[in-house]
């Protein structure tokens, strides 16, 4: 039998990557649609605005009317946390991909977890998250003798920064060389700043155009760096990594999972 997936921000750029990914596969089906008051196609087909076909699904404002297995979200942190609460209260299972959220909201994740089961990642593309291996691997291998900064870089819409990605990145490297998140992070550079602290490691943002999405991880030793890097062309690789999580979530027990255990990345 299918699994119902429910998705939350439907209607914006990555739900409609999500919408498109639901309809390929064959262990999902799309049972509803969320959007916000103001979203001006209320009433209207999700498939059809999606462009993949009619899906007999409406977009809606009510949290209430969800009824499915799994609620997917990339919906802003405000509306991912009404959504998470009223979906776990039905017994759905969870996947978030919300960025931008304070520890306060992360925590409340945690709590939501514990009573369904729970995918929250920065990141769902399958390539980011052998990325996060890659650069924990870099660091423990090459040691203290080499400074570390990162680089994102996204279109011109994104509102939070750095981007959670570049933020999860961040806390991989500051746990596996000993240092602390984000006390240990140089976020900005400007004037006469002074030598660069032993140990620090620096994330730059980019915002321009329509990047979906692009990360560094630079290791400069002497006489030599190397660059561990992920480009995303389009979205299609966040919602299929979204849309496995769904298939997986679902048959998991309450608990707060990440991507790792999704893919069966180990370490």
Same mark, same amino acid.
């Given at each position: 039998? =299918?699994?119902?997936?429910?998705? +939350? *921000?439907?209607?914006?750029?990555? @739900?409609? /990557?999500?919408?498109?990914?639901? &309809?390929? =596969?064959?262990?999902?089906?799309? +049972? *509803?649609?969320?959007?916000?008051? @103001?979203? /001006?196609?209320?009433?209207?087909? &999700?498939?059809?605005?999606?462009?993949?076909?009619?899906?007999?699904?409406?977009?809606?404002?009510?949290?209430?009317?969800?009824?499915?297995?799994?609620?997917?979200s990339f919906a802003t942190p405000e509306a991912t946390l009404e959504h998470s609460?009223?979906?776990?209260?039905?017994?759905?299972?969870?996947?978030?991909?919300?960025?931008g959220l304070n520890d306060l909201q992360r925590e409340e994740i945690g709590q939501i977890a514990k009573k369904v089961p729970c995918v929250f990642a920065p990141n769902m593309s399958v390539g980011v998250n052998v990325l996060f291996r890659?650069?924990?691997?870099?660091?423990?291998?090459?040691?203290?003798?080499?400074?570390?900064?990162?680089?994102?870089?996204?279109?011109?819409?994104?509102?939070?920064?750095?981007?959670?990605?570049?933020?999860r990145m961040g806390e991989i490297l500051s746990n596996t060389i000993g240092k602390t998140y984000p006390k240990d992070i140089v976020f900005h550079r400007e004037g006469?700043?002074?030598?660069?602290?032993?140990?620090?490691?620096?994330?730059?943002?980019?915002?321009?155009?329509?990047?979906?999405?692009?990360?560094?991880?630079f290791f400069f030793g002497s006489g030599e760096r190397i660059e561990i890097t992920h480009k995303a062309g389009n979205r299609d690789n966040f919602a299929a990594g979204a849309v496995r999580a769904a298939d997986w979530v679902v048959d998991q027990t309450p608990g707060l999972y990440g991507m790792n255990e999704v893919l069966g990345i180990k370490g």
């Amino acid at each position: 039998m =299918s699994k119902r997936v429910v998705i +939350s *921000g439907a209607g914006g750029r990555m @739900g409609q /990557s999500i919408v498109s990914q639901v &309809v390929k =596969s064959e262990n999902l089906t799309l +049972s *509803g649609g969320l959007e916000h008051p @103001g979203f /001006s196609s209320l009433g209207s087909d &999700v498939g059809v605005f999606a462009g993949v076909g009619e899906l007999k699904v409406l977009f809606n404002t009510d949290p209430e009317s969800m009824n499915g297995d799994v609620l997917i979200s990339f919906a802003t942190p405000e509306a991912t946390l009404e959504h998470s609460k009223i979906a776990s209260e039905k017994g759905l299972a969870l996947v978030i991909g919300t960025t931008g959220l304070n520890d306060l909201q992360r925590e409340e994740i945690g709590q939501i977890a514990k009573k369904v089961p729970c995918v929250f990642a920065p990141n769902m593309s399958v390539g980011v998250n052998v990325l996060f291996r890659l650069i924990k691997d870099a660091a423990l291998l090459l040691g203290s003798n080499y400074d570390i900064e990162l680089m994102e870089i996204h279109h011109d819409q994104k509102v939070d920064s750095p981007s959670g990605t570049a933020v999860r990145m961040g806390e991989i490297l500051s746990n596996t060389i000993g240092k602390t998140y984000p006390k240990d992070i140089v976020f900005h550079r400007e004037g006469i700043v002074g030598k660069r602290v032993p140990g620090s490691i620096g994330i730059q943002t980019l915002r321009g155009g329509d990047v979906p999405g692009e990360h560094t991880a630079f290791f400069f030793g002497s006489g030599e760096r190397i660059e561990i890097t992920h480009k995303a062309g389009n979205r299609d690789n966040f919602a299929a990594g979204a849309v496995r999580a769904a298939d997986w979530v679902v048959d998991q027990t309450p608990g707060l999972y990440g991507m790792n255990e999704v893919l069966g990345i180990k370490g």
